[in-house]
């Protein structure tokens, strides 16, 4: 994720990133480093932070807090404000503000430079909060903007802001980081005595031969199991909608459907 940020910032001077996850991929973590380090590395830098809940949103700033408390060249900064809803520099002049959806007026009197919107599948009115908030971002150099989130549904914001992203339409480029990508969702890091009863694959269902011919590990099949069982109250469709394989899935996963969802994933 980084060095394709890194490349966009190369070729066009800013960061367009719509990026669709599995749960617990660590996607959030890496933007507010990102967000941090330019902060750091330009004057005047402001920052937004938006997440659908105010605790949500002041645990992502809580993020830029550690990276600054652990920043090696911290002496060399001065810090001018640490709230709860702001950190900000009086050497650089930049700052990160954070702020909840539910404020569909948050930051549409200010110049932003960078913007996370995390989780914003699940935003009340994201059409009017971007929209007001898209205005404050220059066309011109340096800026940011991330859209980040699991699925939930299909047809509203987000969802056609991957499409968009997907078909190449718009200026995002489009990110998908599905469960088995993710180095701790393997059978290793199941507890020894939760690891066995899912051990036995010598009867594997449809889905779970599809995913071994895409030359997925038994130790993924086994941590599937596990999680469909442990995390997703034993529900497959849960699974799907947590932690999907593709962008498809993780869309009709979490959407109403009038057909059932294997009948939906089996036909695509």
């Not at 078909?167 to 507890?191: G, L, R």
């Amino acid at each position: 994720f980084l060095g394709r940020c890194q490349v966009q910032l190369r070729t066009n001077g800013r960061i367009r990133a719509c990026v669709l996850k599995a749960r617990q991929i660590g996607l959030s973590t890496i933007i507010e480093a990102i967000i941090f380090v330019m902060s750091m590395l330009w004057d005047n830098l402001n920052s937004l932070i938006i997440s659908h809940e105010k605790d949500s949103a002041e645990a992502l700033l809580g993020m830029t807090r550690r990276y600054w408390e652990m920043y090696p060249w911290k002496d060399m900064h001065v810090e001018k404000y640490s709230g709860k809803q702001q950190l900000s520099w009086s050497d650089t002049g930049s700052n990160v503000q954070v702020a909840t959806a539910k404020n569909v007026n948050a930051g549409r009197s200010r110049t932003i430079h960078c913007m996370h919107a995390s989780e914003v599948a699940f935003y009340d009115d994201p059409e009017t909060l971007m929209t007001g908030l898209r205005q404050t971002i220059p066309t011109r150099g340096l800026s940011a903007v991330f859209y980040e989130s699991t699925a939930n549904g299909v047809g509203n914001f987000f969802h056609r802001t991957c499409v968009a992203a997907m078909k190449n339409t718009s200026e995002y480029e489009f990110f998908f980081y599905p469960w088995h990508e993710h180095p701790e969702y393997t059978a290793e890091f199941i507890p020894d005595i939760e690891r066995a009863k899912f051990m036995n694959l010598t009867d594997l269902d449809e889905e779970e031969l599809t995913l071994r011919a895409m030359k997925l590990s038994d130790d993924r099949l086994i941590w599937r199991r596990y999680a469909i069982e442990n995390l997703c109250q034993g529900d497959v469709e849960k699974f799907h909608q947590e932690y999907p394989t593709t962008p498809h899935e993780a869309f009709v996963s979490t959407g109403r459907n009038v057909f059932s969802l294997p009948d939906l994933l089996g036909h695509y």
